[in-house]
């Protein structure tokens, strides 16, 4: 018997409908994370993001559409920035750049560096900046920005979307390079987030199974979403050039305090 049954459904032919059985593995955190779930489905809470198959390389949101997006929702907080609302709060300018190609988001296939490493996968330098764009405007789970806090609705969306469209960039450069020279271990996967979803603390049970999961994610397989802003100390140090690192493009660099009913189906 499932703990849950999720249906997805065709959006181009509603009648073809998949139902996916998930089984929790018996720990506190999976009971939990289950809970938390059943929470947020009673209160009929908001999906967060309006698009949640990330990493297909042959969908229809291409580089050249994700791109697109991206430059119209930085362009957006660019154009309120300059009503002068935030400068009248005291904030700082932050001027985002707003044009962006799926030529500048990606790396190209033929760039091999001097340790002879693949080209290809997300252009770290543009895509952690746009992430840093993010972390400014928004704030933390504990403590909006007041950038967020004065923003209109509409930029208020446009900035989370500058955070969701950062990742499923990311995610579709990774499988486009994957596609490219491995196409056999090309990894999509279903995300299933909440707008403004209730986070709970982690205790040390919930911790132990992060001592034999790790990183290590497997196909068919549900795992907890991350429900705060910033990013780990691997994505840091996978992201940014190390072990030559001396400074940090990301400035939100946390470690896992939270968990929510939001999941990431390999």
Known sequence: MSDLIMTVRNPTDKRLMLPIHINGNGTELSHD???ALTQEIRKQSQLEKNYCWHGW???????DYLAAELTRHTTRVN???ETGIWQNAGLDTIKLHTHYTAENVMVPFTNIDEDGKRGG????DVMNLVHNYFEHLQGTVENLSLYYKLATPEVKYSIRQINNLCH??????LSLKKMHYDPQWVRPS???TFLNAKRYNLNKEHRKGF??????RKFGHLYMHWTQIG???MEVFSDEDAPVLDAATCDAITHLQYYSGEFDLE
């Open 121 to 124: 996968g997300p252009n770290h």
């Open 168 to 173: 499923e960039i990311e995610t579709l450069c």
């Open 57 to 63: 390389p042959n969908g229809a949101r291409n580089l």
């Open 190 to 192: 279903q995300i299933t």
């Open 79 to 81: 154009n309120y920035n």
């Open 33 to 35: 994370w289950l809970q």
């Open 211 to 216: 001592a034999t999961n790790g990183y290590d």
């Open 231 to 233: 990013k780990t100390l």
